[in-house]
């Protein structure tokens, strides 16, 4: 497991003995620092537009993308209220054409607080590569 950011303190305090923590600035340094062959990415409250293609390519065959962020419409219930950090209407459908995506949503949540997001679920591959159950803590479901 791998675990990037520009700040590793908050990523340092929480990775176990399995995660490898680098410090990459993604809006900085050359994308091709992020790496491939990941099984799965995840990107919460983030957006910068010239990564998206490096977030793709980093992916593994059967690696699965899970991205959610603001969108427009954002800018009345708070920050960020900058449009170069909102996302267009279905804006992460067009960034990923590449990757097969599982389930996609855009509009108006009110938890943890009231925002306009997008979300997106997305695969490297066709669906047959994802497997039947996955435990998230570590072990297979399917397993007694």
Do not use: K, W
Request: hydrophobic share 40%; net charge negative.
């Amino acid at each position: 497991m791998r675990a990037v950011d520009r700040d590793t303190t908050a990523l340092l305090a929480l990775a176990g003995p399995r995660c490898e923590v680098r410090r990459i600035d993604l809006e900085t340094d050359d994308g091709r620092q992020l790496g491939d062959d990941y099984d799965g990415i995840i990107v919460t409250n983030y957006l910068h537009r010239p990564l998206l293609p490096a977030i793709a390519r980093a992916l593994a065959p059967g690696g699965v993308l899970i991205y959610e962020t603001f969108a427009r419409g954002n800018e009345r219930f708070g920050r960020p209220r900058n449009p170069d950090f909102l996302l267009r209407p279905g804006e992460l459908l067009e960034a990923f054409t590449t990757l097969t995506v599982v389930a996609f949503e855009q509009g108006e949540v009110s938890v943890p607080r009231p925002a306009v997001i997008q979300r997106l679920a997305a695969v490297l591959g066709p669906m047959g590569l994802l497997p039947d159950a996955v435990d998230l803590r570590g072990s297979d479901r399917t397993q007694p």
